[in-house]
């Protein structure tokens, strides 16, 4: 009867210890860790330390402690070759210790247990998502997404779903995908194509996506990943670009054309206006306007205001012609546009190849001018003509200067005129000579005259004021002189004789 119950109780006891084992291989662990542990020494892994905190060498054990986050889950002595679990999250094996085999009994003074660890093997999803760009979309047509999920853990996941959330963007793609399983260290990459939307005002778009799945022990693990993604609006500022002709001749409709070459000399200015919608959407009624820059007139009944619509990318230029009144450099002026989108009034200004214009021709100052604007009748004055080019192209002038007939004037040295003078602009030249005046009144001296021609071939004359030199009799002068002096020379005497005569009868009436 004894013998019955102790096979029972044997066979009760097989059944149960392998019904443990069968449990234990259910359990799917991580590649093992190996480490040797001497006295307090202690392997850290995923939140567990194991600990070695004492060793019998006698009986060649050592007393195993198993922390989990900083508190003691587990303790167990343990000799070669036998395990310790904890809550099948963790499991160590000594396989070797100090005084288990007799290779090591000669490590009392420092004794060491060398152990494998194994975890519980779980699956590790990374997700993150990229995109072909980091700064803002414009005008492109679509946006490359990809979303990479990885399995970094130590087993598969099976059962694996991912849906990708555009954030309200378009796309062709199937957002949602399943595999049936991730095994470990793989991953997957899905690329995503969004459709830019029109917009009105810039806009962030928030891309997320969440990948959830199964591990062996049927728990699941969740992950999640999100992007910002900016998109400028649809239109932008329209484009204005203005050209205009750098330098024009101020007489090219009316210089003497002898030469071919003068043909292509400009005068009037070109002006070209291209207005461009770069944005994605029409822009209508956009009202245009330019103006003329200073000492400029319109050459023709062109008009400088232009009412236009553009459809996306669509240009349109406007063309008019000037021509100066002077000579000149002044700057130009910017073209305007105006218009109204979604009840937002908007402008925009010209950018221009150039600054300024420059209205060119040659342009000869003359100067006349004496020595002495007062003169006794017989006297020398000595006269003087200045030419200057105050215009900006290059001029020959012939110069030539009168005297005066009827009045007795003769020419005593120098010269009265000068020709082919070579004149750039800026340069100055002079001549002078000297007369003898014999009559007397205010001589009128006639104005100086130049012929030029600059170097487009275009003539013109010009001319200096006239000149007048006061021209005094000397005798009269010296009669007038001499009666001055007179008259200073008696003013001290008569003081005198009045005083003296005032004493006197002064003295006769005490």
Known sequence: MKDNFFITALVLFIAVMSMGHAVAEDVEWAQANEYTLYLHDQFVKAGFAVEACSFNIDHGL????????????????????ESIDYNDEINVTVVNVTGYEVAWCDEEHDPRADIE?????????????????????????EIHAEVLLKNTGTCKIEDVNLDINTGGMRTINNRVRNFDEIARYRSETIDVYLKIPYLMEKRSFEITATASGKSWDNEKHTISASKSITVLPCWKMLEIEKRVTESVYLHGDRFNNYNDSNSSVASCATVNLTVFNPGLIDINCIELMDCLPENFTLEDDSSLEWTLNLTPNEKRQFSYSMKPLSIVACKIPVAAA???????????????????????????????????????????????????????????????????????????????GLKEVVLDEGDTQRFSYRVRINSTGIIALPPAKATFTDLYGYQDTTASDITTVNVVDAARNLGNASSTAANETMTPISKTVSTFISRIFSFAFE
Do not use: F
């Open 62 to 81: 050592v007393l195993i402690k198993i922390y989990r986050n900083g508190s003691v889950v587990t303790t167990d002595s343990m000799t070669g070759n």
């Open 117 to 141: 660890v194994r975890l519980r093997a779980r699956p590790e999803l990374q997700l993150s998502i990229s995109t072909n760009e980091e700064a803002p979309y414009s005008e492109d047509n």
């Open 338 to 416: 105006n218009w109204s989108l979604c009840g937002k009034n908007y402008s925009s200004t010209s950018i221009s190849n150039r600054s300024q214009i420059t209205a060119r021709a040659a342009q000869i100052n003359l100067t006349k001018t004496v020595n002495q604007t007062e003169i006794s009748c017989g006297g020398v004055v000595e006269i003087t003509v200045h030419i200057r080019n105050t215009g900006s192209l290059q001029a020959t002038v012939d110069v030539s200067d009168t005297i005066p007939e009827n009045e007795n004037v003769t020419l005593l040295d120098g010269i009265t």
